[in-house]
Nanobody
Framework: QVQLEESGGGLVQAGGSLRLSCLASGDTFSRYAMGWFRQAPGKEREFVAAIRWNSGTTFYDIYAASVKDRFTVSRDNAQNTMDLQMNSLRPEDTAVYYC????????????????WGQGTQVTVSS
């Protein structure tokens, strides 16, 4: 099993940047595909980005269309961390952001993830 903890959320002006971090513990981090999801008030939890390690030091990352070219996901298997660099933030990016983990390949479906962090609030003002 793996335990996850997000950090780095906060309040930022539109057009600004934030970097979120997810720290994993309790299991071999490299075995998991990792994902970021977010949930805004009154909306369902939606996919943001995901990244997996396949072999060697090769990583594969995927993104929701709404964040493509603005957000970048990365991971450091040696330090058991996954980061989400968020640039050009918009008010519609306001949400609680969750770190998630699953065995197997990348997925955009929140139902396929087995482990979740507590979430960190990101608020973007206009």
């Amino acid at each position: 099993q793996v335990q996850l903890e997000e950090s780095g959320g906060g309040l930022v002006q539109a057009g600004g940047s934030l970097r979120l971090s997810c720290l994993a513990s309790g299991d071999t981090f490299s075995r998991y595909a990792m994902g970021w999801f977010r949930q805004a008030p009154g909306k369902e939890r939606e996919f943001v980005a995901a990244i997996r390690w396949n072999s060697g030091t090769t990583f594969y990352d995927i993104y929701a269309a709404s964040v493509k070219d603005r957000f970048t996901v990365s991971r450091d298997n040696a330090q058991n961390t996954m980061d989400l660099q968020m640039n050009s933030l918009r008010p519609e990016d306001t949400a609680v952001y969750y770190c998630a983990a699953k065995l197997g390949g990348n997925s955009k479906d929140r139902r396929s993830y087995d482990h979740w962090g507590q979430g960190t609030q990101v608020t973007v003002s206009s």
